[in-house]
């Protein structure tokens, strides 16, 4: 279609009103009909054959659209085997033919908006100094809207500054024909330029909106506080009855915490066994939309970006791959002000019109919701999804995700795609850091997710409702692991989770020190998390219930405290065996007896049920790079517990620091991103599999 969108500049205008729309088809069919008979067979018709097509009544009001878009393309020397492929996408997309010659970089946004000026006789205004911008209540809209007027004030001149899609276009240059006298106060930008302008003139006040939003509208969920007064002085009390105890009657202290760290690591494998269980079946596989699909949505792709420059080419490739209209993409690039390398690294991408670099301005907390948060003002797309640096997504992922939420219903707010370690040969920490996420990904979250569990969120490949994500206040700018934080949030507010099985590639920290920052960072915001979720015990507008709280904080808190206290774990079994062995069976009590036992058993079923839920989802190239490396996890928990620590040390001394991992390029990553026929992808879910077949080969 001819860009005539409900917020369009040509109903701004008043040429065209909301009631002038008819269907497509008799739509298209008008304006076959009524091309000029000289350009019956050359470009008028091609365009045609995918025009946005106005009313009759419209149409007699208006200069004919066909008549002002196929002068504007004359003047750009385009061939007509581009005009005709231009006029077929757009016809398949529902598009529109500039849209379509603009995404395919057939025709700069500098170029085209140049021959648009001349067109209508108008000044062409490509950089806009936001000095010179006019203010308003509903400036922001423009990011969203960037063909609406932006008015600017130069030195006592008023002037609209405008970057017309079709529709504008049409009512612009009727209004001209008809009061030629007002060229003087219009001049045509770019729609690049219209958001640059907006970004930079209200910045301050924007970050400022950004990092207090949550905090003002829904204090208890914010991070920010650390700790309530009450809830200091619970915990306070908790410890010193806890140390008077161990005082008073160490034994008992002893037997206590042995039981409870039994029933916990209980529960945990209780927890994953289940799972394992639960998923030797198989769930209807979940088709991908079709690419060609004219009803698909825009959808945002957000990449919160702070020193990596040299991940811009690989990051580029593999959102160039993405399988959906490019016209219909809205990929943002969120990078801050002081990182001007990264900046510079992208512009140097020769980014086409679906990229935009938005700059976040310095102001703490240093995080990435809060830059995320900062970019949603400017976010145009129906769905979401969020991507790091590292990331190659698979190029059918966006369109498995819109099936899952078209299946799912509008409660589903939220869907995970898995997370699949690319690197798991380089080392010990990266064999067993696959071992997990294969653990996480693809094997506890499509259990949670099929019981209507909530989910501790990944960091990336979230594909979110837009409207969603802003009705619950978007990230927490303050909590440093903000995905489980919104996953609970979700939950909370009546939302459903669910994941999909096109995975994401991405690299795992290939030496000790960055994964205990990366892990210390996680482990901290999953306190974070927990404190908040104790400040709002119901939930908030929907109680979660028992089961699906009780789910949650096995998790997060459970998952942690097992970390900090493993090694007591470790001393209680070995208090035990060295109890067995010295005084054999016949010095030991009933209940020591019954504690052993259950010790060993845990912590052997532990060991193994985690083993067999990893393996089992992993393909068998998967498996094989791992190899025999899954027999140092014991090594691999103990490093979790250093984390864990360090983490709860961090939390009262720095809670908001964002410990930034680095990436390097990966050497796998120089075709454009995960392929169809790539050997190491896994094949799926267990019971959510899906033969992975690009749509486009279909």
């Known amino acids: 279609m001819l860009g005539l969108e409900q917020s369009g500049a040509g109903i701004a205008w008043g040429c065209v009103t909301q009631d002038q729309y008819t269907s497509a088809a008799a739509r298209r069919s008008m304006l076959l009909t009524s091309v000029p008979t000289s350009d019956a067979s050359g470009l008028g018709r091609a365009i045609a054959r995918a025009s946005l097509p106005l009313a009759r009544s419209a149409t007699e009001k208006c200069s004919h659209p066909v008549d002002i ?3 504007v393309l004359r003047r750009l020397n385009l061939s007509d085997q581009q005009l005709a492929e231009a006029a077929d996408r757009a016809s398949r997309h529902s598009t529109s033919v500039d849209r379509e010659l603009l995404a395919a970089r057939a025709v700069t946004e500098t170029a085209y908006y140049q021959a648009v000026a001349a067109e209508l006789g108008l000044a062409f205004i490509e950089t806009i100094d936001p000095h010179f911008v006019i203010v308003t209540p509903s400036i922001d809209a423009l990011l969203i809207m960037p063909h609406k007027p932006l008015v600017i004030d130069q030195r006592g001149r008023t002037r609209k500054l405008i970057a017309p899609d079709l529709a504008g276009l049409v009512s612009l240059a009727e209004m001209l024909s008809r009061h030629g006298g007002l060229r003087p106060a219009f001049a045509i930008t770019t729609p690049s330029g219209v958001k640059q302008a907006v970004w930079a003139v209200r910045s301050r006040e924007r970050v400022a909106e950004t990092v207090g939003h949550l905090f003002d509208t829904q204090q208890a969920a914010s991070a920010r506080i650390v ?5 200091g002085f619970i915990f306070g009390t908790i410890f010193t009855a806890l140390a008077a105890l161990l005082i008073v009657s160490p034994v008992f202290m002893s037997i206590a915490a042995h039981l409870f760290l039994t029933s916990l690591f209980a529960t945990l494998l209780w927890l994953r066994a289940t799972a394992l269980v639960d998923g030797l079946g198989l769930d ?3 088709v991908p939309a079709e690419a060609a699909d004219p009803t698909l949505p825009v959808y945002t792709v957000m990449v919160a970006l702070y020193r990596e420059h040299a991940m811009a080419g690989q990051l580029v490739r593999a959102l160039d791959a993405i399988d959906w209209p490019r016209a219909k993409l809205d990929i943002k690039f969120v990078c801050e002000a002081n990182d001007p390398e990264t900046i510079s690294a992208l512009r140097a991408q020769s980014l086409g019109p679906e990229y935009e670099i938005v700059v976040v301005p310095r102001v703490r907390p240093y995080t990435k919701p809060k830059a995320l948060n900062y970019a949603m003002a400017g976010a145009r797309g129906e769905h979401l999804v969020i991507y790091d640096a590292e990331d190659r997504p698979h190029p059918a992922q966006l369109l498995q995700a819109l099936a899952r939420f078209r299946a799912g219903g509008p409660r589903l707010g939220c869907v995970q795609a898995p997370l699949v370690i690319a690197n798991p040969r380089h080392s010990w920490i990266t064999a067993l850091f696959a071992l997990e996420y294969a653990v996480l990904f693809r094997g506890l979250l499509p259990f949670l997710a099929r019981n209507d569990l909530p989910l501790p969120l990944g960091g990336t490949s979230n594909h ?8 619950v206040g978007a990230w927490d700018p303050f909590n440093v692991t903000e995905d ?3 996953g609970f949030r979700l939950a909370t507010h009546g939302h459903r989770l669910g994941v999909i099985s096109l995975p994401t590639l991405e690299s795992a920290p290939t030496d000790i020190r960055t994964w205990r920052n990366q892990r210390t960072r996680w482990f901290k915001g999953w306190m974070q998390t927990w404190l908040v979720m104790l400040r709002r015990p119901r939930g908030g507008p929907n109680a979660l219930g028992f089961v699906r709280s009780a789910t949650f904080q096995i998790m997060t808190i459970g998952l942690l405290v097992a970390a900090l206290l493993s090694p007591a774990m470790v001393y209680f079994f070995g208090v035990s065996m060295i109890s067995a062995l010295s005084v054999g069976d016949h010095g030991r009590t ?4 019954i504690l052993f036992v259950a010790d060993i058993t845990i912590l052997t079923a532990t060991f193994a049920c985690f083993v ?10 998967e498996r094989l790079r791992v190899g025999w490396r899954w027999m140092l996890l014991p090594v691999y928990w103990a490093l979790m517990t250093w984390a864990a620590w360090t983490a709860l040390y961090e939390l009262l001394r720095r809670p908001h620091h964002w410990a930034k991992t680095p990436h390097r390029p990966t050497l796998a990553a120089t075709g454009a991103a995960i392929g169809p026929s790539e050997q190491s992808l896994p094949a799926a879910c267990p019971r959510d599999r899906h033969r992975i077949i690009s749509p486009k080969a279909r």
């Open 464 to 471: 979110f409702r837009t409207a969603t994500l802003r009705e």
């Open 484 to 486: 489980a934080d919104l």
């Open 590 to 593: 009933s209940f020591e007896s």
């Open 69 to 71: 878009l196929s002068r």
């Open 227 to 231: 700790a309530t007064g009450s809830q």
């Open 284 to 286: 209807p596989e979940i």
């Open 612 to 621: 067999l839920l990893g393996r089992r989802a992993m393909s068998p190239l």
